[in-house]
């Protein structure tokens, strides 16, 4: 089976992840492509194949006789899609020898440009695959779930030579859920890929160090008509504080390696407000000043308004796996080496958000990130070329084929 075929046989199954649920997965919806997935690894002669109560498939692909001592290494992709655009009755449009200008999307009125995506033109020519405008696509991460798959069963066709071989298709991603149940012992490999970026020929292993910021706010409600000295609108407390915030600290303004703060809700009466903020930084020392920063503002609103006015919790969601990876050079030389062998220059950039292979390298496992090769993620603007994922594939292969004769 083609990669593209899979991947649209994955995108038609809906496994939107949900937040705000005390279930294990969020979605009992995410074992319907557990199942499938588990299936078509017994196909492909993956061993110990198993699906467990966490939504986690677990599988291992043997190693070719007389490499079995060889380092172990594993691939890890996630199954939920972005909970906040649709992920149900997706319908894909496929466009051969695309031209390379302005798609329309179905009749939702939608119309991917190049104006807004000036990559489309670099794609003429390609299979592109579109939403039409009522979802998103999916390829965030059922396109690395592909790829991986496809990667394994050719290796199995064509009997290339490999080392043990570690897969897993975690759930909960898209809301930080995905490894608080991943058996790194179960998974049995030294080192992994995830495969849950953007560009093909992607490698990162730098991310954001990661915190939200949920704010309360008290206000006092009395008559406004005598409400001088005493009414205190919990709203405009909420206001005050965001205006305190540098204003061109916000995702929409910066870029690389530059930190923000990211007002994700707010909501209020006079009674009470509620903020929430992502705070993210990929230097520690610049992150852990931001969250003070934000903190003491807090802190200044009740020795302004009063004590208790402004309550916080913090919570921390991942950290930078730089300083995991680099002690594992060889994850990103290996890599580098696969992606060239593709015929693909390697980008190695910082991620500007974070990944199960962050939390997993703290955990013991180290873990890059590589590619998909989609575009738009989170949105009915998501799009991916069959081309990309084919080269994806064989960047997997080449990394496989490349530990095949090495121990580290």
Known sequence: ???????????????????????????????????????EMEEIGLTGVDVDNYGIVYGKLPATPGREGNTPIGLLAHMDTFP????????????EKYDGKDVKLGNSGLVLSCSEYPHLKALAGQTLITTDGTTLLGADDKAGIAEIMTALDRIQREKI?????????L?????????????????????AYTVDGWNPGEITYENFNAATIRIDIRGRETHTGRGKGCLLNAQLVAI?????????????????????YHLRTSSGTVAEAHLEYAVRDHDDTRYRERISFLTDICEEMNGKYGENTVSWDLSEEYRNMKSCIEPCR??????VE???????????????????????????????????????????????????????????????????????
């Open 1 to 39: 089976m083609m990669v593209n075929e899979r991947f649209l046989r994955y995108v038609g199954i809906w496994t939107s992840s949900e937040r705000n649920t005390n279930e294990v997965p969020s979605a009992m919806r995410e074992f319907d492509l557990a199942n499938v997935l588990s299936f």
């Open 84 to 95: 906040g655009c649709s992920g149900k009755d997706v319908r894909p449009q496929i466009i």
């Open 161 to 169: 030579p490999h080392g043990p071989v570690s897969v897993a298709f």
């Open 171 to 191: 759930p909960d991603e898209e809301i930080g859920g995905g490894t608080d149940y991943f058996d790194i012992k179960k998974f049995g490999a030294r080192y």
């Open 240 to 260: 005050e504080i965001n205006s305190r915030l540098p204003a061109h600290e916000i995702p929409a303004m910066t870029e690389g390696r530059e930190g923000f």
């Open 330 to 335: 060889h994850l990103v030389d290996h890599a």
């Open 338 to 408: 696969a992606t060239r062998a593709a015929g693909l220059t390697p980008i190695i950039a910082p991620a500007r958000g974070g990944t199960d292979g962050a939390r997993l390298s703290f955990r013991g496992l180290p873990c890059p990130n590589l590619g998909i090769g989609g575009y738009a993620y989170h949105g009915p603007m998501e799009h991916i070329t069959a081309e990309a994922m084919d080269q994806v594939t064989r960047i997997l292969i080449g990394i496989i084929r490349s530990y095949a004769d090495e121990t580290v």
